[in-house]
């Protein structure tokens, strides 16, 4: 069974930092080629691609509106992704979704969500101006 499972989220000032972790079980091993992104969804809004992680050779790609603010990671012996939020701003607020898929991601495809299988619960992200 395939779970992924967000933590990390939480209330922070502007300008201030937050690491999410992806814990993925069952994934890493039922696939030759995967990819883990990170989508938010903010109220009212679309689901949105934030960034991604291919296992293979570990490329990643990101949203415009994070390029130089986060960092997107990952550490195969704990099976985990991880986006480190910098530099955060009010419109960052939103729920942040782990999700994977069994191929690559790419920086033209990193707005479809409907391209990953595999989604966690969600993990709450919240900055106060």
């Known amino acids: 069974e395939v779970q992924l499972v967000e933590s990390g989220g939480g209330l922070v000032q502007t300008g201030g930092s937050l690491r999410l972790s992806c814990a993925a079980s069952?994934?890493?091993?039922?696939?030759?080629?995967?990819?883990i992104g990170w989508f938010r969804q903010a109220p009212g809004k679309e689901r949105e691609g934030v960034s991604c992680?291919?296992?293979?050779?570990?490329?990643?790609h990101y949203a415009d509106s994070v390029k130089g603010r986060f960092t997107i990671s990952s550490d195969k012996a704990k099976n985990t992704v991880y986006l480190q939020m910098n530099n955060l701003k009010p419109e960052d607020t939103a729920v942040y979704y782990c999700?994977?898929?069994?191929?690559?991601?790419?920086?033209?495809?990193?707005?479809?969500?409907?391209?990953?299988?595999?989604w966690g619960q969600g993990t709450q992200v919240t900055v106060s101006s």
């Open positions: 992680i291919n296992n293979s050779k570990g490329k990643t």
């Open positions: 069952g994934f890493t091993f039922a696939f030759d080629d995967y990819a």
């Open positions: 999700a994977g898929k069994s191929s690559l991601c790419y920086s033209r495809s990193i707005d479809r969500p409907n391209e990953y299988d595999y």
